[in-house]
C-alpha cells in the first residue's frame, strides 16, 4: 500500500504531461498545414500520372513548380482543354485517374510546337507519340503558323546568326529560313531562345530519327 500510494501520484502526472504535450502537438498542426500536405499529395499523385503517359512534369516531389506546369499545360492541350500553365485543380486530378494514354491526332507524321506549354509534340500513325520538353524564343518567335522542314543538320555546330563559344545548334530542323527545331544545353520552362525552338539532345535525337525534309511543323499558342 505504502508503495502505490507513492508512486500513484507519480504515474498520473506523467499521465498529465503526456496528454499536454499531445495537445500542444495537434494543435500546433493547424489547418493550413494539412491543408499544405492535402496539395502535396495531389500534386504528387498528378506528377507520377503525367509521367507515366509521358509528359514532362518533372521530378516526383510533390511541387507545384513550373516543371509540373508545363506537363500539366501539354496534358490540357492534347486533351483538348484549355491550355494554359495554371495550378491543377480537384477535377483535373481525377481526370488524369481515367487517362490511359496520349490522344488521337491528326494522321500523318508531324511536329506541333506549342509556345503555351513550351512543349513539342510528335505525331504519327494517329496518335501522339511523343512529348518533349522546349524553350521557344524570347521575342515571341517562332511565328504562329504552319510550315515544312525545308532543310537538316546533323550533329552538333555553331549558330551563324547567333555564335557562341561552344557549339550551341544539335541535329536541327530548320523550317522557316534561319529558325529550327534544335538540341541545346539547356531547355528551360520559359521562352530563352533567340528565335528558335529549343529541345534537349536526346529530344533532338528523338525528331532527327523520325522527321524528314518536307514534314510539317505547326506552331501554336502564346507564352
Keep these: 500500500m505504502h508503495a502505490s500510494l507513492l508512486t500513484g501520484p507519480r504515474s498520473l502526472g506523467r499521465l498529465i504531461l503526456t496528454t499536454l504535450l499531445t495537445l500542444a502537438m495537434l494543435t500546433a498542426i493547424g ?35 513550373p ?11 492534347l486533351e483538348g482543354r484549355t ?6 485543380t480537384s477535377a483535373e ?5 481515367t487517362t490511359r494514354r496520349l490522344p488521337a491526332a491528326a494522321s ?13 509534340y510528335y505525331r504519327e500513325g494517329g ?3 511523343k512529348v518533349l520538353r522546349a524553350s521557344t524564343g524570347s521575342g515571341g518567335l517562332p511565328r504562329v503558323g504552319s510550315y515544312r522542314i525545308q532543310r537538316t543538320r546533323a550533329g552538333w555546330h555553331t549558330s551563324s546568326s547567333y555564335p ?11 523550317f522557316d529560313g534561319p529558325i529550327a527545331i534544335h538540341g541545346a544545353r539547356q531547355v528551360p520552362t520559359y521562352p ?13 535525337d528523338y525528331l532527327f530519327a523520325r522527321l524528314r525534309v518536307g514534314d510539317p511543323i505547326r506552331v501554336i499558342g502564346r507564352y
Design 67 to 77: 516543371q509540373t506546369r508545363r506537363g500539366l499545360c501539354a496534358w490540357r492541350r
Design 127 to 129: 496518335h501522339w507519340r
Design 108 to 120: 500523318g507524321r508531324g511536329v506541333t510546337v506549342d509556345r503555351t506549354c513550351q512543349t513539342v
Design 93 to 97: 486530378i481525377t481526370a488524369l485517374r
Design 83 to 88: 491550355a494554359h500553365r495554371g495550378p491543377l
Design 164 to 174: 557562341a563559344p561552344s557549339p550551341n545548334m544539335y541535329n536541327t530542323l530548320y
Design 31 to 65: 489547418p493550413g498545414d494539412v491543408a499544405e500536405a492535402s496539395t502535396a499529395n495531389r500534386v504528387r499523385e498528378a506528377q507520377t500520372l503525367l509521367g507515366q503517359l509521358g509528359y514532362p512534369a518533372g521530378p516526383i516531389d510533390g511541387i507545384d513548380g
Design 192 to 204: 530563352a531562345s533567340k528565335g528558335c525552338v529549343r529541345v534537349t539532345p536526346k529530344g533532338a
